[in-house]
């Protein structure tokens, strides 16, 4: 069974790869070959994931949900029966954008450029407000208002509690990302049943979610 999330950028964001590029970033953002920008699924599986852990760590009865948990994340060090149900993909641009980006003759880096921009910032010192020697960092940032789209499979049809749970993860997503905590990577998710037309559409979301608010704040 497969459903699909959305991702809608509302403030410039770095998911980043780890390394940067010589010459050129700090800190670069995962791309594939052709430039094209994207967000591992295993980086978003982790922002629901912890939203799941402070969501239990907030509710009254917070084991309730373990059950719908597991489906959707599975257990560390996990039997085959606590294996997680859930395969999230990686969240690309939408495809039609995609296949017209590489349908046209670029240069290398052309399309990476055209999504993306590069922002710097350094360490100011304390006392003069000069700034630190050698604390010059640059970031490579995907776009606010950027759209991107993932792939949810799912080994079974998921039941209505488990689509509950991931629907209130999928709404407690706000941030994501490299400095997520200084004002970068502001984000909305979405959840749609299939591929959507429009991807800021929130009623499937909301439909899923009504369950586990309801049993929440009866």
Same mark, same amino acid.
């Given at each position: 069974m497969r459903?699909?999330?959305?991702?809608?950028?509302?403030?410039?964001?770095?998911?980043?790869?780890?390394?940067?590029?010589a010459g050129l970033v700090d800190t670069d953002i995962e791309h594939d070959t052709d430039g094209i920008p994207f967000v591992g699924g295993r980086v978003i599986k982790g922002l629901l994931r912890e939203e799941y852990a402070n969501l239990r760590f907030a509710l009254g009865e917070p084991q309730r949900w373990d059950d719908a948990?597991?489906?959707l994340f599975g257990c560390p060090g996990a039997t085959s029966k606590d294996i997680a149900q859930m395969h999230v993909g990686s969240a690309t641009l939408p495809p039609d954008l995609c296949n017209i980006l590489r349908s046209e003759p670029h240069q290398p880096g052309q399309l990476l450029g055209a999504c993306t921009a590069i922002r710097?910032?350094?360490?100011?010192?304390?006392?003069?407000? /000069?700034?630190? !020697?050698?604390?010059?960092r640059s970031m490579r940032v995907l776009l606010r208002e950027t759209d991107l789209i993932a792939q949810l499979d799912f080994a079974s049809q998921p039941d209505d509690r488990t689509l509950a749970l991931l629907a209130a993860c999928v709404l407690a997503v706000r941030r994501g990302g490299t400095a997520r905590n200084r004002g970068r990577g502001r984000l909305r998710m979405l959840l749609h049943p299939g591929i959507p037309d429009?991807?800021?559409?929130? /009623?499937?979301? !909301?439909?899923?979610?009504?369950?586990?608010?309801?049993?929440?704040?009866?």
């Open positions: 459903y699909y999330l959305t991702l809608h950028l509302r403030s410039d964001t770095t998911f980043g790869r780890g390394d940067g590029t948990a597991t489906l710097r910032q350094t360490s100011l010192d304390a006392k003069s407000g /000069a700034p630190q !020697e050698g604390s010059l429009n991807y800021h559409d929130s /009623a499937f979301t !909301e439909q899923c979610f009504h369950p586990f608010a309801a049993e929440v704040h009866p």
